[in-house]
């Protein structure tokens, strides 16, 4: 019993090890606050960096600054897309935050706003994590009918539902 009990909590722990969003869920069409949770470096060493790979149907995403990073934004060529009557031919398409120093043993989260433009289904959210020494990939996407959580270094979700009340921010 007590090796059950040993074995649930690594599985919790390396559960929680991923890169991840704080909020899963957001209706499709709706404008969503993305908190990428960081909770350890890379085997020891602090994070340095942190850049995430916007898929498409994430739209107008802009970053959180943050004190002691410097946060730079990449855009790029997209399907044109009306924003209020401004047609949109390039978009966001990685932000990255670099510069810190986030302990290995310290946890903390980055921030970025996205309008939704998805349908219901799921967007993965692509992270690299740079550290002083090393990086990790959280890119892997789990095929049809694959658990995420057997994966090593799975991508961050978003389960977009229906639309709902979308509220504009």
């Known amino acids: 019993m007590q090796k059950l009990a040993i074995l649930a909590l690594l599985l919790a722990a390396s559960a929680q090890a991923h890169v991840t969003l704080e909020t899963p ?9 993305a908190m ?11 994070t340095t960096g942190i850049s995430v790979e ?8 802009r970053p959180m600054p943050k004190a002691g990073w410097q946060v730079q934004v990449e855009k790029s060529a997209v399907k044109p897309f009306d924003n209020h009557g401004t047609l949109v031919k ?41 550290c002083a020494q090393g990086s990790t990939n959280w890119v892997e996407i789990p095929a049809e009918g694959q658990d995420a959580h057997s994966l090593k270094s799975p991508a961050a979700v978003l389960q977009v539902t229906e639309p709902g009340e979308a509220h504009h921010h």
């Open 25 to 33: 869920t957001a209706a499709s069409g709706s404008y969503y606050k």
């Open 36 to 46: 990428l949770k960081v909770g350890h470096g890379c085997d020891g060493s602090p």
């Open 54 to 61: 916007l898929p498409a149907g994430a739209q107008l995403a």
């Open 90 to 130: 390039e978009d966001v398409s990685r932000i990255s935050w670099s510069g810190g120093n986030l302990p290995a043993d310290f946890y903390d989260e980055f921030v970025f706003q996205t309008r939704i433009a998805a349908q219901p289904g799921k967007l993965f959210f692509k992270v690299k994590q740079q």
